[in-house]
């Protein structure tokens, strides 16, 4: 985790292991609100090389995850809700 002097929080979430880790990184507000996420350069080595394997039927550039992630967040009064959030 790292936090920055405006008070800006990303948390970085391993996506698969190795030396070159893909990773994605959310980033939080000082309030600790989720502004968004981005993936690393390693996310989109690590795509491409599963393409390349066939283990993923769509280009890094198509990806899906561009468009958003799809994530789970938690509050007392709504329980367990999922909201989009923007990559960038
Ligand atoms: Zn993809």
Same mark, same amino acid.
């Given at each position: 985790?790292?936090?920055? @002097? @405006?008070?800006?929080? #990303?948390?970085?979430?391993?996506?698969?292991?190795?030396? *070159? =880790?893909?990773?994605?990184?959310? &980033?939080?507000?000082?309030?600790?609100?989720? %502004?968004?996420?981005? =993936?690393? @350069?390693?996310?989109?080595?690590?795509? %491409?090389?599963?393409? *390349? &394997?066939?283990?993923?039927?769509?280009?890094?550039?198509?990806?899906? &995850? %561009? #468009?958003?992630?799809?994530? #789970?967040?938690?509050?007392?009064?709504?329980?367990?809700?999922?909201?989009?959030?923007?990559? %960038?």
């Amino acid at each position: 985790m790292l936090t920055f @002097d @405006d008070g800006t929080v #990303q948390v970085q979430a391993a996506e698969s292991g190795g030396p *070159q =880790m893909a990773a994605t990184v959310y &980033e939080f507000g000082p309030d600790l609100t989720l %502004r968004g996420a981005r =993936m690393t @350069d390693s996310f989109w080595e690590w795509h %491409r090389r599963l393409e *390349q &394997e066939g283990r993923i039927a769509h280009s890094a550039e198509l990806c899906p &995850e %561009r #468009q958003g992630l799809e994530i #789970q967040h938690w509050t007392r009064l709504t329980g367990w809700t999922s909201a989009r959030i923007p990559v %960038r």
